[in-house]
C-alpha cells in the first residue's frame, strides 16, 4: 500500500528563505492530504500512488496573487471559473480578489451581512484556485460590520478606493451615490477613509487574536487632480491612446494620495497599511518618504506585472487602459529600480476580466470612453521570472515578491513556501522557454491582452493546488478544487 499520495521528483526547489542566487538542489517533494510532509532527494518512487517527473524545472511556492477582481464585469459564478482557470496557467494557486457593494460587481448595495454571504455562495465549486476577499467598506454601516467580517468570515484585509470621490470606475462620475449606491447622506472622501481607518484599528484592539494580520489596502490617487487633468488632456490633441490617459491620472496625483493615506494612518494610530499597485517613480517615491517620516506605520508596497512589462508605447493598444495607468518607460524603468533595492513587498496581476464587446466603445481608439482594467495572472510568474533574471533578480525574490510575503501580510499561513507542513501549492516553471502572448492561448474569457506578441522567456508548465495537478501539458485538468479560505483562525 502506498504511503505517499503524490511524489514529484527531481524539481530544483525554490525557497524564499534561501541566500539570492543560491543553487536550488534538485530534490522530491512527497504530499500527502494535501500538505508537503517530505522535502528530500531519493525518495522512493514505489511508495507514491502518484509520481509526476519535474524534469529538473524550477519549482516555485504556488503564486499568492494578492490582487485580482473577480466578477467585476462578468457574472460572479462564470468569472471564478474562467478566470482561476487563467489563474493556474499562470502558476497562481491562491487569488486574493477585491469586492465591494455598488455598480459593478453583484450590482447591489446594502449591508455586508446580506451582501457577502451571497458573494461566498457564487463562487462555491467554481475556483480552480484557492481564494478569500477582501472588502472595500463603502458606508458607515460597513465599518460597523469590520468585526462581524473577521470573526464570522474571516476576511482581514480591507480597502479604500480614494479617488471615487468624484470619479467612476472608468473616468468621471456625476453621481458618487449612484455609482457606489450608497445613503445620498453620505460621502465617501477624506472623512470617510479616516473612519475607515479608525474601524480597522478598532477592530484590532477588540479583536488581538486577529490583530497582526488585519490590514487596510489604497488605491492612491486623488480624484480632484485627476479631475482638473482630464479636462486638460481632452484639450490637447497632441495626446492620444494610453498616453493621454497617463497624463490625465498623472503620477503626482498618486504620491499626493499615498501622503495624505500615510498622515491618516499616523493619526488613527492603524499601523497595517498596503499601498497598491503603485505605478510611477513619483508613487514610490512618496511611498517611501512616508515609510521614513511613519516608521511605526508597517507599510506595504505593491507592483503590478503589468506596470512592470508594460509601458505606453509598448502594451498592445487600448485593451491597456487600467488604474493606476500604464506610465513611460522611465517609470517602468523606475519601478525595477525599486523592485532590485528589495523597495517593494509583492507583484500581483490586478487582473481583471473586461471581454472585448465590454472594454471598446463604439470608437475603439478613444481610451476614455474605454473600460479600465485587464486581466494578466496568466503572465505573473513566467514575466517576473522571465525579465527579472535578465535584470538580475533571483529566483528566491521572485518566491518572496509572489508568495512569500504577501502570504505572511494577508494571514494565509499554511502558503508561501516550499516546506513540510505547508500546503502543496507549487508551480513548475521551465526558466528556458521561449514562447509569445497571444490572447488565444489564455483560459481567460478576456479575447485581448496588452501583452500581446511579447516575447516571453520563462513559463509555467504545472500548477499544484494543495496537490491536485490543475494545470499540466498546457491545458487545466480535472474540476474545480479551489477552497474559500477564511483567514486568522
Not at 161 to 180: N, P, V
Not at 236 to 241: I, K, Q
Not at 307 to 328: C, M, Q
Request: with cysteine.
Amino acid at each position: 500500500m502506498a504511503t505517499t499520495e503524490l511524489l514529484i521528483t527531481d524539481v530544483r526547489v525554490v525557497r524564499p528563505d534561501d541566500p539570492d542566487n543560491a543553487t536550488p538542489a534538485t530534490t522530491d517533494i512527497a504530499v500527502n492530504d494535501g500538505t508537503i510532509v517530505r522535502v528530500a532527494s531519493g525518495q522512493s518512487r514505489e511508495d507514491a500512488a502518484t509520481v509526476v517527473d519535474g524534469r529538473g524545472l524550477l519549482a516555485f511556492p504556488g503564486v499568492v496573487d494578492a490582487h485580482q477582481h473577480w466578477g467585476i464585469y462578468n457574472e460572479l459564478p462564470a468569472d471564478t471559473r474562467t478566470e482561476s482557470r487563467a489563474s493556474a496557467q499562470g502558476g497562481v494557486t491562491t487569488a486574493l480578489t477585491y469586492m465591494r457593494t455598488g455598480q459593478y460587481y453583484l450590482n447591489k448595495g446594502g449591508p455586508y451581512r446580506e451582501f457577502f454571504p451571497e458573494v461566498l455562495s457564487a463562487a462555491s465549486g467554481n475556483a480552480y484556485v484557492d481564494y478569500a476577499f477582501h472588502l472595500a467598506p463603502m458606508m458607515s454601516q460597513h465599518i460597523d460590520e469590520i468585526p462581524y467580517l473577521v470573526e464570522e468570515h474571516g476576511v482581514t484585509s480591507f480597502k479604500i478606493f480614494m479617488f471615487y470621490g468624484s470619479h467612476g470606475l472608468h473616468g468621471r462620475s456625476a453621481s458618487q451615490s449612484e455609482f457606489l449606491m450608497t445613503p445620498p447622506e453620505e460621502r465617501y472622501d477624506l472623512a470617510h477613509f479616516e473612519f475607515v481607518m479608525r474601524g480597522v484599528q478598532a477592530a484590532r484592539e477588540a479583536l488581538p487574536d486577529y490583530a497582526d494580520h488585519l490590514s487596510l489596502s489604497l488605491h492612491c490617487e486623488t480624484a480632484e487632480i485627476m479631475t482638473a487633468y482630464t479636462k486638460l488632456v481632452e484639450q490637447d490633441p497632441s495626446l492620444s491612446g494610453l498616453r493621454a490617459y497617463s497624463r490625465s491620472r498623472p503620477p503626482h496625483s498618486e504620491g499626493l494620495a499615498v501622503t495624505i493615506a500615510s498622515y491618516l494612518a499616523h493619526e488613527t494610530g492603524l499601523p497595517n497599511i498596503n499601498l497598491l499597485h503603485l505605478s510611477s517613480e513619483k508613487a514610490l517615491d512618496a511611498a517611501l518618504r512616508m515609510a521614513k517620516t511613519f516608521p511605526h506605520v508597517d507599510f506595504r508596497r505593491e507592483i503590478t506585472v503589468g506596470h512592470l512589462l508594460a509601458d505606453v508605447d509598448t502594451a498592445s493598444g487600448i485593451g491597456g487602459k487600467v488604474n493606476p495607468p500604464l506610465r513611460e518607460r522611465e517609470d517602468v524603468e523606475a519601478l525595477w529600480r525599486h523592485v532590485l533595492a528589495d523597495e517593494v513587498d509583492w507583484v500581483v496581476s490586478d487582473h481583471a476580466c473586461c471581454k472585448d464587446e465590454l472594454k471598446f466603445g463604439e470608437d475603439r481608439d478613444d481610451v476614455f470612453v474605454a473600460k479600465s482594467g485587464f486581466g494578466g495572472a496568466e503572465y505573473l510568474l513566467p514575466g517576473l521570472v522571465g525579465e527579472g533574471a535578465k535584470r538580475g533578480l533571483s529566483p528566491q525574490r521572485v518566491a518572496k515578491l509572489t508568495s512569500w510575503n504577501p502570504a505572511r501580510r494577508y494571514g494565509l499561513l499554511t502558503k508561501g513556501t516550499i516546506a513540510e507542513g505547508y500546503d502543496a501549492d507549487i508551480a513548475l516553471v521551465d526558466p528556458t522557454a521561449s514562447w509569445t502572448v497571444r490572447a488565444a492561448d489564455s483560459e481567460s474569457t478576456q479575447e485581448y491582452t496588452p501583452f500581446e506578441g511579447f516575447d516571453m522567456t520563462a513559463r509555467v508548465t504545472d500548477t499544484f493546488v494543495r496537490g491536485h495537478h490543475v494545470f499540466a501539458d498546457g491545458k487545466i485538468q480535472g474540476d474545480p478544487v479551489g477552497r474559500y479560505l477564511a483567514r486568522g483562525r
